[in-house]
Each structure stands twice: as structure tokens, then as C-alpha cells.
């Protein structure tokens, strides 16, 4: 099941930078190695995996804010592993030695109790997890349906449209770790924006409107999974119908 709140999920990064360096057959092992295989990032996109070191400072902010929010008796031993991994992580860069955190008692206690930090915010807010299995299939046709889109004729910039709505989509999926539900929403609002605005375009080709509802089965899907609430469930209907007429 994949973690909701901000402190799961940044536990959930931290543990996997863990496990990379744990499995890892180079020593040292960069930092920079095990953030491009956790957030799918090729060779070269320099600037990109820079933005995600941002990206997870930025989460660390998030759970002291989320943290702090819930205004709980013994809120400084929540926030302690949070500043103790943001201070840790700070002294970091992209070329640092991740193999180093394995053996930073000081670390890996904060993981321990970061785990309590991140039960403490789920209780509170009585929020359920989101089922990772059903996300993976999701995740799954988004790529299958993008494959099949690179391969198939269409005007350029219908082609562009589509590409552009698939990869919103896909990366959402992998920022998962980062920005959560709110992410994936905004993803599937944006790709429905996107599609009722190039509604009259898409309809002109057979391959484009069959893909168009394919995107339409993928939004619902993920719909169903997040509960992205009344107003997206609201606006599926008549745009599906309008496309299939």
C-alpha cells in the first residue's frame, strides 16, 4: 500500500535511498545514483535530479508544517527526527557517498522515529492508504497507452497534445513519493482540461479519440483509486459520451 501523508512518504524516500546503497556493488555510492533509479531519471538530466533534491527538501518543510498543524502535546519529539534528517540531509549533495548513511546511528534512529511520526499523522487525520497494486496497473497502461501513442500516425500536434497529456500523467506517478494524492489530482485535472479544450480537434481522427478514451479509462481509474471527489466524477460522464458519439 502506498503511504498518504507527508511523513510516510518521506520516510518511504529515505528507506529507499537505504536500500540502493545497501545493494549497491560500488563503494562510494553517489547520492546522485540512487536518486535517478528512484525517480526514473536518465543520464544527463542534470537540472532535473538538482529540482528533486529541492523537491524532497521541500517535503522535509511539509512535515514539520503538517506536524506542527496538528498542535499535539509532545510535538518537539515529532519534529525530532524531522530536523535531525533535514539537518543530515543538508550536508549532502548529489556526489556525496550514500553508503555513509547505513552506518549514521544518528540517521537511522530518526527513521525509527519517524515511523511513529508518520502513524501519529494518519491517526489524526484518520486517513487510509492508497492500494499500491491497483496504482501499478494504472501506472502500467499509462505506459503501455504512451508506447503505443509514439508509434501511431497522427497530425503533430494532435500527437503532441496526447504525449503531453500521457507524461503529465506519468510522472505524477513517480512524484507519487513526493507530492502524493494532490499530485496525481492535479495531473488528471490538468489532462481533463486539456482534452475538453482540444475536444473538436481529437475528434477529427479515429486513432486520436481511441486513445482519448483510453486516457478517459485511465482518469477514471485513478478517480476511483484517490477519490478525486464529485466535481471530477461529475465531469467523466458527459465528456466520455461526447467522444464516443
Known sequence: MKAVNSAARLLNIMQEIIEKAKSSKKFPYALKSCLME???LDNGMESELHYKVGEIHYLISVVREDVISLALDDEEEF?????TIAKIFSKY??????????????FNTALIELKFCALAIKNERNE???DESALDQIYNQVEEIHNFSLGVELPKELKLIIIGNLETIRKAFVD???????????AIESSLGS??????S???????????????????????????????????GPIINNFLE
Open 38 to 40: 528512484i525517480f526514473q
Open 79 to 83: 519534529l525530532k527526527p524531522v530536523n
Open 93 to 106: 549533495n548529489i556526489d556525496s557517498d550514500a553508503t555513509k548513511l547505513l552506518t549514521n546511528d544518528e
Open 128 to 130: 487510509s492508504k492508497i
Open 176 to 186: 507519487f513519493k513526493i507530492h502524493g494524492i494532490d499530485g496525481l489530482r492535479k
Open 195 to 200: 482534452l475538453i479544450i482540444n475536444n473538436e
Open 202 to 236: 481529437i475528434k477529427k481522427s479515429d486513432d486520436g479519440r481511441n486513445i482519448a478514451k483510453k486516457l478517459f479509462g485511465i482518469i477514471a481509474n485513478i478517480n476511483q483509486v484517490i477519490n478525486l471527489g464529485k466535481s471530477g466524477k461529475e465531469l467523466l
